[in-house]
């Protein structure tokens, strides 16, 4: 078997707390039950806590990303009159990320 050099990502529900960067090519879908990676996105809530001002991060995209089924939180800053997203975008082409059934 021949692999590609790009595959795409499932996740099983759980909550992260990491920020996450896209990678041009890469998809990445949430909602997947753990070990048998079944997926039911009513009931596998797959949630991305950003831990840092930008949660999820798309930059410099070149080839097509789906980013489907995730609960995203952008990281609060109480107090500190700091900014904060859920999801950047920045120097990507409209058609190139595509969100999909996300919170």
Same mark, same amino acid.
């Given at each position: 078997l021949l692999c590609p050099d &790009?595959?795409?990502i499932v996740v099983s529900k759980g909550t992260y707390p990491k920020s996450v960067t896209l990678a041009s090519g890469v998809s990445i879908f949430g909602g997947y039950t753990p &070990?048998?990676?079944a997926y039911d996105l009513p009931v596998n809530p797959t949630i991305i806590a950003g831990s840092e001002a930008?949660?999820?991060i798309a930059q410099g995209l070149t080839e097509t990303v789906r980013?489907?089924?995730f609960t995203v939180e952008g990281k609060d800053f109480v107090d500190q009159s700091q900014s904060t997203y859920a999801v950047w975008v920045r120097n990507s082409p409209d058609d190139l990320l595509q969100?999909?059934?996300c919170t």
């Open positions: &790009k595959c795409d &070990k048998t990676f930008r949660a999820v980013f489907h089924g969100i999909e059934k």
